[in-house]
């Protein structure tokens, strides 16, 4: 059975930090792609980041590139990681790990983004970043 667990969401002002991780079982995380998707209410599911296949490959979204960096400890704890530096008022979301079997072939770069090419999800966890 697949289950992802993520913690580290909590609140903070704006210029701080947090790492979210994702723990998994029933899954090696190095052979998936992981992402992580943040949501905010009436709004579209954003792809932030994805690691594929032994971290071969990392992918971010305009809006956080620079300031977040995903990683994996693949081999060590099965966890996936993400952390965000430099928050921003507009990084407030409820924030969600996915997989995706890839294989070798790690994420897609034309596909990592879209929330409906994954097939486990994680439970969300809440950001908010305050002025």
């Known amino acids: 059975q697949v289950q992802l667990v993520v913690s580290g969401g909590g609140s903070v002002q704006s210029g701080g930090s947090l790492r979210l991780s994702c723990a998994a079982s029933?899954?090696?995380?190095?052979?998936?792609?992981m992402t992580w998707f943040r949501q905010v209410p009436g709004k579209e599911r954003e792809g932030v980041a994805a690691?594929?296949?032994?971290?071969?490959?990392?992918?971010y979204a305009d809006s956080v590139r620079g300031r977040f960096t995903i990683s994996h400890e693949g081999n060590v704890k099965n966890t996936i990681y993400l952390q965000m530096n430099n928050l921003q008022p507009e990084d407030t979301a409820m924030y969600f790990c996915?997989?995706?079997?890839?294989?070798?072939?790690?994420?897609?770069?034309?596909?990592?983004?879209?929330?409906?090419?994954?097939?486990?999800w994680g439970q969300g966890t809440q950001v908010t970043v305050t002025s």
């Open positions: 690691i594929g296949f032994a971290s071969t490959g990392t992918y």
């Open positions: 996915a997989a995706q079997f890839n294989g070798a072939l790690g994420c897609d770069s034309g596909s990592w983004s879209k929330g409906d090419k994954y097939s486990y």
């Open positions: 029933g899954v090696n995380v190095s052979s998936y792609c």
